[in-house]
């Protein structure tokens, strides 16, 4: 009983906040119970809050991440009617750092690469990983 009132006092909880931030969604799948909470809180916010995601999942696929037809109608109805899209392109801001740390590991003399060559090469190996390389 008391998860229970704990759950609902967590559901209106959210439908009071005034902006609420869903990032990186659709990045792992979502369990079902997930997406009927999600849809719960999104059904308490419609029309009253505002709701912003960000996704790197273009929201034409949405629909088939969420799986589940019925209840993906229903979430998306609640997302994407009464909404502004804005669509982002261009190059990872992470990938934008990871280069400038390239360039400042190659921009440094002989002689401050060789006091520090652990870290030169952590650093190089790092930007490298971001780079997907």
């Known amino acids: 009983m008391h998860a229970l009132s704990n759950r609902a006092g967590f559901f209106r909880s959210m439908a009071k906040i005034d902006l609420l931030v869903l990032d990186d969604f659709g990045l792992t799948p979502m369990a079902d119970t997930t997406q009927r909470d999600l849809l719960e809180i999104l059904d308490d916010r419609y029309a009253k809050k505002s709701t912003l995601i960000t996704s790197q999942l273009p929201v034409e696929q949405w629909h088939a991440y969420l799986g589940d037809p019925t209840l993906a109608d229903a979430i998306l109805d609640r997302l994407v009617h009464n ?12 990938k934008r750092a990871a280069a400038k740390i390239t360039t400042t590991i190659s921009a440094k003399s002989k002689h401050s690469l060789q006091c520090l060559p652990q870290a030169a090469d952590i650093m190089k190996d790092l930007a490298s990983r971001q780079l997907g390389h």
Not at 83 to 94: C, D, K
Request: charged share 25%; no cysteine.
């Open 83 to 94: 909404s502004y899209r804005l669509t982002l392109a261009g190059e990872s801001m992470r």
